[in-house]
């Protein structure tokens, strides 16, 4: 299927690829290197459609890196972008408009190649070693215009942002009936899509026409490094070990009140794996009573290692117009990233694929 650009989405790709451009020149003013920046047009649907080539003449070497635009604000956001690279060909170039000392360190300790605005960088390939870190933001980077908040990053806004994925047709809809359906308050809704549009996410299209949104796939990119660090650690979960394994199979989660995530879904969605665990988020007016009748039903016994994790659920399906077997794909997505087994990153790139293939942004 052909993938869909709106202009929307061609603006916003236009000011990364300005980033990328920025970014590149800074670090080579740094350094004495050359580096070239290259648009692939036409590229495959999730590829990044950057390449930077970096000349090391001294030691005659050429090294080409595909590059990623992000915003990154914590070290959790690294690790999530190397795993994002482990999953594709060739060597992955992180981009940002700037990264503090600390965080420029762990990248190195990691092993991530990044470049910012600010002249920071590290490289290593071959006989190159490049690593700069500690350069500040220039004026002209701490003075562009109004500032994301960071409102929609916060567990609320997060909540905020896995509804518009979930429920698309919420942007035509006024802040009101967006907090309804997120579960949140009327104040952190209106705070969480301006913090969106400031970040280049949405677009407003005027008093009482909604929001257009120019990218579901970037939108979704960034739920999945922000979700795992923000938002699931606060919602309440239990763990048990389970009498019989494949209990999953025979079992309707909808009579608990509940949905399979991770890895169950993505057995019934795609039948990507055979699920060693099982998770079951179960609805919030209905944490007790399922809990309980699981308890009754499977001889439950608590276990911090078990195999069976509950987890009450941060949304309502009534006010979202969800229901099925199993959570929303983003979610699905999500924990099976946060697991950092190998079977599930790899079964989250294929639910990824598939998901970016029914999007038309």
């Not at 030691?59 to 972008?81: F, K, Q």
């Not at 899509?193 to 929001?211: A, C, F, I, S």
């Not at 699920?275 to 209905?286: D, H, N, T």
């Not at 924990?335 to 293939?357: I, Q, V, Y």
């Amino acid at each position: 299927m052909k993938e869909r650009r709106s202009a929307g989405e061609l603006n916003d790709s236009a000011g990364d690829a300005e980033l990328v451009r920025q970014a590149a020149e800074a670090f080579a003013s740094s350094t004495g290197l050359q580096l070239k920046v290259h648009e692939q047009k036409g590229g495959n649907a999730g590829a990044s459609p950057w390449t930077v080539g970096v000349l090391a003449a001294e030691l005659n070497t050429v090294s080409c890196y595909h590059a990623l635009v992000r915003r990154i604000d914590r070290r959790e956001a690294l690790g999530a972008v190397k795993a994002q690279f482990s999953q594709q060909e060739g060597k992955g170039l992180l981009v940002t408009e700037h990264l503090s000392a600390a965080l420029a360190q762990h990248c190195r300790r990691i092993d991530l190649p990044f470049l910012d605005c600010s002249g920071n960088g590290y490289l290593r390939h071959g006989g190159l070693l490049m690593f700069i870190c500690g350069e500040r933001r220039s004026k002209e980077q701490g003075n562009k215009g109004s500032r994301p908040t960071g409102r929609a990053a916060t567990a609320t806004g997060l909540k905020l942002v896995f509804a518009l994925l979930c429920r698309p047709e919420l942007l035509s809809a006024n802040s009101p009936q967006i907090a309804e359906a997120a579960g949140i308050a009327q104040g952190s809704a209106a705070a969480g899509l301006q913090d969106l549009e400031h970040r280049g996410h949405l677009v407003n299209l005027g008093w009482g026409k909604g929001w257009s949104l120019r990218s579901r796939r970037r939108l979704l990119e960034e739920w999945l490094q922000e979700f795992p660090v923000r938002l699931r650690p606060k919602l309440r979960s239990y763990r048990f070990r389970l009498a019989d394994d494949q209990w999953w199979e025979k079992a309707d989660p909808e009579a608990y009140g509940g949905q399979w995530g991770s890895e169950v879904a993505a057995a019934l969605i795609g039948k990507l794996l055979r699920p060693e665990k099982v998770l079951l988020y179960l609805q919030p007016g209905s944490m007790r009573t399922g809990l309980s009748r699981l308890g009754k039903e499977q001889a439950l016994k608590r276990d911090p290692d078990g195999d069976l994790e509950l987890v009450e659920a941060f949304w309502s399906n009534e006010a979202l117009g969800l229901n099925g077997p199993c959570v929303p794909e983003p979610l699905v997505i999500a924990d099976l990233l946060a697991s950092l087994d190998p079977r599930n990153l790899e079964a989250a790139a294929e639910l990824k694929k598939r998901w970016d293939g029914g999007i038309e942004d």
